[in-house]
């Protein structure tokens, strides 16, 4: 068994009666009311679900198992020779809630080399694809193609205990996340680079090696490993991360988990946030002739938007009331690696003026930057242009924290998700509206 697995195992046990208390003891202590503006609102708000990998603190943004991203930036082991921390240390603090050393994190990173491989079969599923696939219709397919290989399902056919769950899903969880850059790359390489595909080299890291198959040199393994940590868990209720916990809650797979999590994360609403704020950002450079204008003139700018009833993409955050800590570790990067770019001089122009317009328009509740700012004008410096990948590589980052919550899921044995609807008739009543 490897050091991750037995920690885990240990974690396990001792975290099995506190929510057996739980549900024993305390199951009719009430959390909150529920509205109707929630019932019809998407449950927005509603506290109905648990997860102990991340919380999303208004004031000090994500923390992943309490930890804030400033502190896992800096307590997690760095790759040798690289700014960024291991992926798969990370993966092991997602798991078990203690910062690892880099022992620790090489183990996790050799388990993941032992697992990467992947089967031939997933490729020429790839390649029998419509060329006009979209890359997350590629990743979905590529994903729940491996269905067969699951070992969950292979023990739960042979009559495993249920208190042995999590051990396989663990199984299955560590063979798909090792085998996701390959397939990221794979998909890239196939479908924009005219099949010239990169084979991986099994003594990198998970960041340095889906660099070096995308054929991106340095410092892109650290923008990979920074994009797949900042983007990994963001609690149980977005609707990629829910996704995945509904399914597996049916004791589906996490192959199929992760397939309906990666078609959750493809929505509008969702995932895509990233390439549309690049989108707006290259055509504000147009309409200026590539000119970077003055904080005056971008002043000017932005309250033109706004007051033509437009909005400025990228600004506001549905629970964050600060700036994104994700936005400001990827600007502490850009300061460092592309001060000089054109379009990050506009983001930072943005950043710059933008909050305290939107605070004396006095409409928008969090006038600062969210992640998905900047993260697409540093996918395109580094030359990766073509929008549609970038929700892959947020896919390839949430599925981390989605496959700890399951393994998690499994290993407190939570029950399959059964909401209650009731009807539009029964809402009218309730508020004593007649009809």
């Known amino acids: 068994m490897s050091r991750l697995k037995e920690k885990l195992a240990e974690k396990i046990e001792a975290w099995r009666p506190r929510t057996t208390r739980l549900v024993k003891e305390f199951g009719d202590v009430k959390l909150g009311d529920v509205t109707i503006a929630q019932a019809i609102g998407g449950a927005r708000g509603v506290k109905c679900l648990t997860t102990d990998i991340s919380y999303l603190d208004p004031f000090e943004g994500i923390r992943f198992r309490g930890f804030t991203i400033p502190e896992v930036m800096e307590k997690l082991p ?21 910062i690892p050393d880099e022992k ?11 697992r990467h491989v992947v089967p031939d079969y997933v490729f020429n599923v790839l390649k029998q694809l419509p060329p006009e696939s979209h890359p997350m219709a590629m990743l979905s397919a590529a994903i729940v193609a491996m269905e067969s290989e699951s070992v969950f399902v292979q023990e739960y056919n042979a009559g495993i205990s249920k208190m042995d769950y999590w051990k396989a899903t663990y199984e299955d969880g560590l063979n798909l996340l090792a085998k996701l850059p390959t397939i990221a790359a794979y998909i890239y390489r196939l479908k924009y680079k005219n099949g010239d595909i990169i084979k991986g080299d099994d003594k990198l890291d998970m960041g340095g090696n889906f660099a070096h198959m995308m054929g991106i040199k340095k410092p ?33 797979d996490v192959y199929y988990a992760i397939s309906g999590m990666i078609n959750g994360l493809a929505g509008p609403l969702h995932g895509l946030a990233n390439q549309e704020v690049l989108r707006w950002i290259q055509d504000v450079y147009e309409k200026k002739d590539g000119k970077v204008p003055t904080e005056e003139e971008m002043k000017k700018f932005v309250w033109d938007t706004l007051n033509s009833g437009q909005v400025i993409p990228g600004f506001g955050h549905a629970v964050l009331r600060k700036t994104d800590p994700r936005y400001m570790a990827q600007r502490e990067f ?10 990050f001089k506009y983001v930072d122009l943005l950043y710059k003026v933008t909050p305290p317009i939107l605070q004396e328009q006095g409409k ?8 998905d700012a900047q993260s697409g004008v540093i996918q395109w410096y580094y030359g990766l242009k073509e929008y549609d990948f970038y929700t892959v590589l947020f896919g390839v980052g949430r599925a981390l924290g989605v496959v700890s919550n399951i393994i998690w899921d499994r290993a407190l044995g939570y029950p399959i998700e059964r909401p209650k609807s009731i009807t539009t008739a029964m809402m009218e009543e309730a508020a004593g509206i007649k009809n």
């Open 334 to 343: 850009c300061l460092k690696h592309l001060p000089d770019d054109p379009l």
């Open 364 to 371: 928008a509740k969090n006038p600062w930057p969210n992640v």
């Open 220 to 252: 892109y393994d650290d923008v990979a490993r920074m994009y797949f940590i900042l983007h990994s868990d963001h609690e149980s209720g977005n609707v990629s991360a829910h996704t995945g916990h509904l399914v597996a809650s049916a004791l589906s």
């Open 104 to 114: 620790d994190a090489k183990d996790v990173s050799e388990e993941f080399s032992k």
């Open 78 to 98: 760095k790759v040798p020779g690289g700014e960024m921390p291991f992926v798969e240390g990370f993966f092991y603090l997602l798991l078990t809630g203690e």
